[in-house]
Antibody, heavy 120, light 107 residues
Framework: QVQVVESGGGVVQPGRSVRLSCAASGFPFSRYGMHWVRQAPGKGLEWLSVIWYDGSDKYYADSVKGRFTISRDNSKNAVYLQLNSLRAEDTAVYFC?????????????WGQGTMVTVSS | DIHLTQSPSFVSASVGDRVIITCQASQDIDDLLAWYQQRPGKAPKLLIYAAATLQGGVPSRFRGTGSGTHFTLTIDNLQPEDLGSYYCKHLDSFPLTFGQGTRLEIK
């Protein structure tokens, strides 16, 4: 079964850090770019970051550049998002998604998300 | 950065109706656009990529058209399970961006 499963969310104090994980299974993980997308409560989708299939390139949304870091471990079929200097506005559900080769790079496999709440 | 403007923000329609959602890009993105459906409380689901290509398993009553800066998502013969929000997203260059979303209510 092709799937990705996020973990690592929770309640975090402002200014602190958290690392989100995304475990992939059912497909050759090392051949796919992976993305993170978030959704604040009651709001729309916001693309955050992508990492190339081999980790050689990474891009970020302006809103998180310099604070968030994407990485991957192909030996563990996992992608990560390190969130630093967290702010109240980072409160959101964070989704991991696969960038499809067949679908021109569109995001074809999504996890159910992990909730991060930034609050003191 | 490329900005995507969706309209309408909210639409209410009846079962069997046709619904049209538009997405306007701030610059030419050729056909590098995807559409996603998000049912309440669920993860987004890819519907259409390359502006007009239906993702596998998506009903043929979903149709995408357009290129350049103007795109549409048409849902024919609206069904109750089509309730939710719809988002366009470009794939032209990084950073990627989503439209602000269209919420679809079934009357």
């Amino acid at each position: 079964q092709v799937q990705v499963v996020e973990s690592g969310g929770g309640v975090v104090q402002p200014g602190r850090s958290v690392r989100l994980s995304c475990a992939a299974s059912g497909f050759p993980f090392s051949r796919y770019g992976m993305h993170w997308v978030r959704q604040a409560p009651g709001k729309g989708l916001e693309w955050l970051s992508v990492i190339w299939y081999d980790g050689s390139d990474k891009y970020y949304a302006d809103s998180v550049k310099g604070r968030f870091t994407i990485s991957r471990d192909n030996s563990k079929n996992a992608v990560y998002l390190q969130l630093n200097s967290l702010r109240a506005e980072d409160t959101a559900v964070y989704f991991c998604a696969r960038g499809s080769k067949a679908a021109a790079g569109a995001l074809d496999i999504w996890g159910q998300g992990t909730m991060v709440t930034v609050s003191s | 950065d490329i900005h995507l403007t969706q309209s309408p923000s909210f639409v209410s329609a009846s079962v069997g109706d046709r619904v049209i959602i538009t997405c306007q890009a701030s610059q030419d993105i050729d056909d590098l656009l995807a559409w996603y459906q998000q049912r309440p409380g669920k993860a987004p689901k890819l519907l259409i990529y390359a502006a007009a290509t239906l993702q596998g398993g998506v009903p043929s009553r979903f149709r995408g058209t357009g290129s350049g800066t103007h795109f549409t998502l048409t849902i024919d013969n609206l069904q109750p399970e089509d309730l939710g929000s719809y988002y366009c997203k470009h794939l032209d260059s990084f950073p990627l961006t989503f439209g602000q979303g269209t919420r679809l209510e079934i009357k």
